[in-house]
């Protein structure tokens, strides 16, 4: 009976002993430090002063005095530059349900994939997109920011570089290729996408080429030139460039000598014939070629002849010779003449050989065909060409011939200009019919004629249109070749 007596009145020594303490300023003020010994709190007050946080509110007395002598653990939250407003105010239960102690229940005043929506409604608008990350869809916030407290921008729980790889691992993969997109080479995602949600595929700001112009806006003066690349028109930037990261120069899909073909395959397989132009069977389009606008046809970096010009330059001077095809007047150009990227012919012609003059100069083929100009003469360019006398492109002398027409007649029909007795030829006799100095087309047709050795008329007809005085007298034809012993 006495010892049940006695812990009777121990009781009620000690409940009255804390309920003193409890009505007087000094008692509760060492209860209060008490408690935030035990808790190792000593210095919360101080640390809830910091940048941007505000003092503790009157509603979150309660939640520190009750949490905090528990949670103990988070008080170097309180170092950390980012805080969230209800943690830094001590507004524990704005988001937890109060536990019992040693419960170990995580418990929140709505269910965890909803709780976050309660207070940032701003984010609303978002869940009604049509493409949305799928943390922030299943309403995971925490899977990319603390809850309390971080040293990083927006509370993530890792910096933003490190962030979104740690789930998309398969941007590692372009971890070791050469040409990055600057942002994504910094880990600066979020420049191009939002974390959120869009109304994009891929969660980026801006729709097509309106993301990437908003950082390239250099290239919008090409959108107003006539003609446009179908995929730059288009806006699909990365139908020809990865946006992240490729092993080709300028973030290219592919090597640029490849990229060009994964397209036009057409222009793929005339690099397997024909003579080819030097850039074109290297893949070197643009060379020619702007990837993106242009004022000319075909994206050409030139007009016509003067593209060839920016390489070929030295072939201007040709078309300001006595004697040239038209390309200085635009009756023609190089590409009458020249595919531009492979050709049957020599020099990449559109036509081989002789066919190509056939193209404009058709009437001379049936005679000359039949000459032994086109049978038998092997000049300095092969057996019966054209080019053998003319030059295809300007020349002193015509019509575009390589050389004074009797030095260039010689060059062949040697023993003709060394015979003993011969027609006066040069600049010293005159062609009474055209009023110019006699030459061997004074009587010959060079590209064919139905008469011996090309002449312009039957012989005897021929000279008298010249000795027309002869006309009723005998008429000695001209020997002029030596005879033959």
Not at 101 to 124: M, N, P, Q, Y
Not at 358 to 383: D, I, M, P, Q, T
Request: glycine content about 10%.
């Amino acid at each position: 009976m006495g010892r049940w007596l006695s812990y009777i009145v121990s009781i009620i020594t000690a409940v009255a002993l804390v309920f003193t303490m409890l009505i007087t300023d000094t008692g509760r003020q060492l209860l209060q430090n008490g408690i935030e010994k035990l808790a190792g709190l000593v210095q919360i007050d101080g640390l809830l002063n910091t940048d941007g946080a505000k003092e503790p509110g009157k509603s979150g007395e309660g939640d520190r005095k009750v949490c905090g002598t528990c949670h103990s653990d988070k008080s170097a939250d309180f170092r950390k530059k980012y805080q969230h407003a209800p943690f830094v105010r001590w507004q524990c239960t704005d988001c937890h349900v109060p536990h019992t102690v040693g419960s170990g229940k995580k418990e929140f005043v709505v269910e965890i994939d909803k709780l976050c929506a309660t207070c940032h409604f701003d984010r609303k608008n978002e869940m009604a997109m049509p493409v949305k990350h799928p943390p922030f869809a299943k309403g995971r916030c925490i899977d990319c920011h603390d809850p309390h407290a971080s040293d990083y921008p927006r509370q993530l729980r890792i910096p933003e570089q490190q962030l979104c790889q740690s789930c998309h691992t398969v941007a590692m993969r372009y971890a070791g290729l050469p040409s990055k997109h600057p942002p994504f080479a910094k880990g600066y995602c979020t420049d191009c996408h939002t974390p959120h949600a869009s109304t994009g595929k891929g969660l980026t700001k801006l729709p097509g080429d309106k993301l990437c112009f908003s950082c390239h806006y250099d290239r919008l003066a090409e959108r107003s030139m006539p003609v446009k690349h179908k995929p730059y028109a288009e806006g699909n930037c990365i139908g020809c460039h990865g946006p992240h990261a490729t092993s080709g120069e300028k973030m290219l899909r592919y090597p640029k000598e490849k990229l060009c073909f994964s397209c036009h395959v057409d222009k793929a397989e005339q690099t397997k014939v024909g003579y080819q132009h030097p850039p074109f069977a290297k893949g070197q389009c643009t060379g020619c070629h702007t990837p993106h606008g242009s004022y000319n046809k075909s994206l050409v970096l030139e007009p016509g002849s003067q593209l060839c010009y920016l390489c070929h330059g030295k072939y201007r001077s040709y078309f300001s010779m006595p004697s040239h095809h038209p390309v200085d007047t635009g009756r023609i150009e190089c590409f009458s003449c020249h595919n531009p990227h492979s050709g049957p012919g020599k020099r990449m012609t559109i036509a081989p050989g002789n066919e190509l003059c056939y193209n404009c100069h058709g009437w001379l083929r049936e005679g000359f065909e039949s000459l032994a100009h086109a049978k038998k003469a092997v000049g300095r360019a092969g057996k019966g060409l054209c080019i053998n006398c003319h030059q295809p492109h300007g020349s002193q002398y015509r019509p575009l011939l390589f050389a004074d027409q009797l030095d260039m007649c010689k060059t062949c029909h040697g023993k003709i200009a060394r015979a003993a007795i011969n027609h006066p030829v040069g600049p010293k006799y005159t062609d009474p019919i055209r009023g110019i100095s006699m030459r061997c087309t004074s009587c010959h047709g060079p590209h064919g004629t139905p008469n011996q050795y090309f002449t312009l008329e039957p012989r005897t007809q021929l000279c008298l249109k010249c000795h027309g005085e002869k006309r009723n007298q005998d008429i000695i034809i001209h020997r002029i070749l030596p005879k033959k012993k």
